[in-house]
C-alpha cells in the first residue's frame, strides 16, 4: 500500500518551461510535507518543505502548492532550466511523537529539461 | 560543515554473503534515519536511530538486516545472508536534534548494493 503517490514517472520540458510534478497521500496525520531533489551520483537533498497550515510556499522558482482538503500537494519549477535535470521525489512525515520521524517517499519523477 | 558520508559507495557480493554498510552522520546530529530504495520503486524507510537507541525499526524487511550505532556516532548496516531481493541502493539520513518538528533529513550519497 503506497501511502504517498507521485506522478508523473517522468517529464520533459523545454529551458524557460513550467515542470509540474504531482503527489497525493493518503494518511491526514501527516503533517510535513518536503521535496527532495536528486543528481545522479549524489543523495536526495531538501529543495523546499510545506507544512498544512499553509496553502502555497514559494523559494525563488520553486512553488509547492498544498491542497489539505484534496490531500494533495505539487511542486511548480518556473523558468525551468537544465540544471533543474535532477529526479524530484515528494514525501511525507507525521508529527513526531514516539516514533513517527520517518519520511515516506513517493516513488520519484526524472525531469530533464532540454535546451 | 561535513555532510552524511556513506562507505562503500558500491558494493557487489554473491547471493548467501553478507555485506557491512557504514553510514558518518553530520556531528552533532542524534537522529540517523537508513532508507532503501530498489530499482523503480519508492525510497523506503528501514530504521530510526535516537543517539545509540533505535526508536523505530519497522522498516526492517527481515531478519537477516541488522543495524547498530556505536556511541551514538556512526552507524552500521549488515546483511546476512544477502538474498536477490537485498539489492538497492542503501541511504543514511541524519537530522540535529530530537523532537524537532521539522526535522530536515540530510542524506548521504548511498551505497549501491547489487547481490547476484
Known amino acids: 500500500q503506497q501511502q504517498v503517490k507521485q506522478s508523473p514517472q517522468s517529464l520533459i520540458v523545454q529551458k524557460g518551461g513550467i515542470s509540474i510534478i504531482n503527489c497525493a497521500y493518503e494518511n491526514t496525520a501527516f503533517d510535513y510535507f518536503p521535496w527532495y531533489q536528486q543528481f545522479p551520483g549524489k543523495g536526495p537533498a531538501l529543495l523546499i518543505a510545506i507544512r498544512p497550515d499553509v496553502s502555497e510556499k514559494k523559494e525563488g522558482r520553486f512553488t509547492i502548492s498544498f491542497n489539505k482538503s484534496a490531500k494533495q500537494f505539487s511542486l511548480h519549477i518556473m523558468d525551468s532550466q537544465p540544471g533543474d535535470s535532477a529526479t524530484y521525489f515528494c514525501a511525507a512525515k507525521g508529527a513526531y511523537g514516539g516514533s513517527q520521524g520517518n519520511l515516506i517517499f513517493g516513488k520519484g519523477t526524472k525531469l530533464s529539461v532540454k535546451p | 560543515e561535513a555532510g552524511v558520508t556513506q562507505f562503500p559507495s558500491h558494493s557487489v557480493i554473491e547471493k548467501g554473503q553478507t555485506v557491512t554498510l557504514r553510514c558518518d552522520p553530520i556531528s552533532g546530529h542524534d537522529n540517523l534515519y537508513w532508507y532503501r530504495r530498489v530499482m523503480g520503486k519508492e525510497i523506503k524507510f528501514l530504521l530510526h536511530f535516537v543517539k545509540e537507541s533505535k526508536q523505530d525499526e519497522s522498516g526492517m524487511p527481515n531478519n537477516r538486516f541488522l543495524a547498530e550505532r556505536t556511541g551514538g556516532t556512526y552507524s552500521t548496516l549488515k546483511v546476512q545472508p544477502a538474498e536477490l531481493e537485498d539489492s538497492g541502493v542503501y541511504f543514511c539520513?541524519?537530522?540535529?536534534?530530537?523532537?524537532?518538528?521539522?526535522?530536515?533529513?540530510?542524506f548521504g550519497p548511498g551505497t549501491r548494493l547489487t547481490v547476484l
Open positions: 539520513a541524519s537530522s540535529r536534534v530530537v523532537g524537532d518538528r521539522g526535522g530536515t533529513q540530510y
